[in-house]
């Protein structure tokens, strides 16, 4: 039987791989590639950047939800939030906000970190060695 912590890490699993599927599907079925590629450009980034954007999300996503090395996948995902927590940070801190906010993707950005830190979950498929911290 699992534990509570591995039972916990799933729940974390899986929400963050269902949030950057719905992060890319958001950027494919509502705002469209091409659209998304010209918000990149208004922010002073790669149209192309996008593209590579929405490809992680998705194959992120996919992984996470699987659990296929989800420590590593979380931990190169962890860019793509705090991305947007740079493009938001003019907005203020609530993401509801005009333009949206800030604290939504820095809360994605943490729970992402956590999830590399503490460890695939319950029912991963390819799961990887635990961070350890030894401070002396």
Excluded: C
């Amino acid at each position: 039987m699992a534990s509570s912590t591995s039972l916990g890490l799933l729940l974390l699993r899986l929400s963050l791989g269902l949030m950057y599927l719905a992060h890319a599907g958001l950027k494919l079925f509502v705002f469209t590639l091409p659209g998304t590629a010209q918000f990149f450009v208004g922010q002073g980034l790669p149209g192309g950047l996008a593209y590579a954007v929405v490809a992680a999300e998705i194959a992120g996503g996919a992984l996470l939800l699987l659990g296929i090395y989800p420590r590593q996948v979380a931990l190169v995902l962890t860019p793509i939030p705090a991305g947007a927590a740079w493009v938001h940070a003019p907005n203020g801190w609530v993401f509801n906000a005009p333009g949206g906010g800030w604290e939504y993707p820095v809360f994605l950005v943490a729970m992402s970190v956590v999830l590399w830190l503490a460890g695939d979950g319950a029912g991963a498929l390819k799961r990887t060695a635990r961070f350890t911290w030894n401070a002396a």
